[in-house]
């Protein structure tokens, strides 16, 4: 069946109040807590028809924090007031940020998976194994700084020379002097040497794999252990290219054997790796970022008319099928999105600048094969991201440096606790829960697809360039979908060739049409 994942950040999820200041502390912005997941806020993502929920930024990471239960980490390589989720400096312990009681945090985390299940969703959260925070207490405790690398250490060294790091921060009561890391070692993304750019994930640390089956392995193994013991019943792995396959390929088998059922989730960006990931590594799902959401998001900004312009300067839906082609078999095991805490958000001026023409291409992602689906919370009343943060600078993206809270965040929490959404967010929000709905419902959640466009090129109202077309089927039940990329409304006769019929469809500009067939 279909997974469908809720992707939310509990740092900005609830009803705390915030006075947005730029660069502003936990004191003066707030953030959410675990608490927050209340049965009202489950039963609305579970409304949706979503079947799982990634909870990130959940383990213990780098931040500036020193209220709360927290530890301040150096500010030379902190990113931002809050700092980064994927820097993580202890994997046994949750943000005592996230905890309405930071002593009991575990305890309060524990609850909130205990409701998530209760409402019959499962819990994913990630998992960093390539590079953790320089201050991490968890790895590097036994190693021999004296060289530079050594198969029993857990990290790579420079002997004899400090870190030079690009960022030098104002001196706080915690840290008067500036970090010194004596000898240095390499960054987190593969910068093997002591003098890391602002350009690098100079807040990390590389870890090394090179112990087969020991050490850094056996450290991860454990750390999975733990979290599956707590109820998590996946994981959405980090930068999965920069760590050893191999390693993944024996922490997987190892956790199924002791955990049948957990998920695993790559992070990958190479179409080419994809059928070794999932067919000897055995990963459940991959994203499909170099794939569908590339070939989407150019649709979507680029499908423009072509007259006069040169062919790079706009996209056709053709594009689609020799798209799915490439991977044919391995669609059921792709997860597919539009948005996530990485990308830019479809209504900012950085993407499209309007919710509703995104309305084609998430049908589209939604509906056109079994493969998972997730969505970023907020993406579905609208969020623009258009807003200057902190550290995470205006891009189109909510910041996941900073403390802040995005305007859809407070719609959503006051919706959902009694409140009205303004009417352009209602209707974003019933266009989505349409979309989901179809996704999480047969045919569409476990039938067959069947691509429609190479029969209709030369149909009545048809643009080949601009519609794509397809089947969802099973034994019982068959649905065409047409998504219209256009800026202008179509009114055609679609060619369904394997049910000889000719069926006359209306589509609206930048949207989509379902329609049950017998």
């Known amino acids: 069946m279909k997974p469908i ?9 609830g009803g705390y109040e915030s006075q947005n200041v730029r660069n502003g502390s936990l004191a003066q912005n707030g953030c959410g807590h675990f608490g927050d997941f209340d ?3 489950l039963d609305y993502i579970k409304g949706l028809g979503c079947t799982h929920i990634w909870f990130t930024g959940v383990i213990r990471h780098a931040t ?58 499962k819990v994913i959260i990630d998992f960093v194994p390539n590079h953790v925070s320089r201050d991490n207490v968890n790895f590097g405790q036994k190693d021999d700084k004296s060289v530079h690398w050594k198969a029993e250490n857990d990290f790579y060294y420079y002997p004899g020379e400090n870190i030079n790091l690009p960022n030098r921060a104002y001196p706080t009561s915690e840290h008067p002097y500036p970090y010194s890391e004596y000898p240095a070692r390499a960054t987190g993304n593969n910068c093997f040497n002591a003098s890391p750019t602002i350009h690098d994930w100079y807040e990390t640390v590389k870890l090394n794999y090179c112990d087969f089956h020991t050490g850094t392995w056996d450290k991860m193994l454990d750390i999975l252990r733990f979290w599956a013991s707590k109820g998590v019943d996946g994981f959405r792995c980090d930068m999965v290219e920069l760590v050893p396959s191999e390693f993944f390929e024996w922490v997987i088998a190892r956790m199924k054997e002791e955990f049948p059922g957990i998920l695993f989730i790559a992070e990958v960006y190479k179409k080419e790796l994809y059928r070794y990931y999932l067919r000897n590594v055995r990963f459940d799902y991959l994203y499909d970022k170099s794939g569908m959401y590339d070939e989407v998001r150019d649709i979507m900004q680029y499908n423009v008319d072509n007259k006069g312009l040169a062919p790079e300067s706009w996209q056709s839906v053709r594009r689609l099928t020799k798209g799915w082609q490439k991977v044919d078999r391995l669609q059921p095991n792709l997860l597919y999105f539009l948005e996530n805490h990485d990308e830019q958000r479809i209504a900012s001026d950085f993407f499209l600048g309007d919710a509703h023409k995104a309305m084609a291409g998430m049908a589209l992602t939604a509906l056109f094969n079994t493969g998972a689906l997730m969505i970023y919370s907020g993406q579905e009343v609208g969020e623009k991201g258009m807003e200057n943060e902190g550290f995470s600078s205006l891009d189109g993206r909510n910041t996941i440096f900073d ?36 996704a999480a419902s047969k045919p569409f959640n476990s039938g067959k697809n069947y691509d429609l466009c190479y029969c209709n090129e030369y149909s009545e109202g048809y643009d080949p360039d601009k519609h794509f077309s397809f ?41 989509y049409t379902i329609k049950k067939i017998n």
């Open 39 to 41: 049965n009202r806020s």
């Open 403 to 438: 403390w802040w809270k995005s305007e859809s965040m407070v719609k959503l929490w006051d919706y959902i606790h009694g409140g009205k959404l303004d009417s352009e967010s209602a209707v974003i929000l019933n266009e989505y829960r349409n979309i989901l709905h179809h």
């Open 5 to 13: 994942i809720y992707q939310v950040f509990p740092r900005y999820w």
């Open 64 to 121: 500036g924090c020193n209220t709360n239960g927290c530890n301040p980490s150096h500010p030379d390589f902190l990113k931002g007031n809050a700092g980064s989720p994927y820097a993580i400096t202890d994997y046994y312990d949750v943000n005592p940020y996230l905890a309405d009681d930071p002593p009991r945090r575990m305890v309060e985390f524990e609850q909130m998976v205990q409701r998530t299940h209760a409402k019959g969703m």
């Open 471 to 511: 089947l969802r089927y099973d034994e019982q039940e068959c649905y065409v979908v047409v998504c219209n990329f256009s800026d202008k409304p179509a009114s055609m006769k679609l060619n369904i060739p394997n049910k000889g019929i000719v069926l006359p469809l209306e589509v609206e500009a930048f949207s």
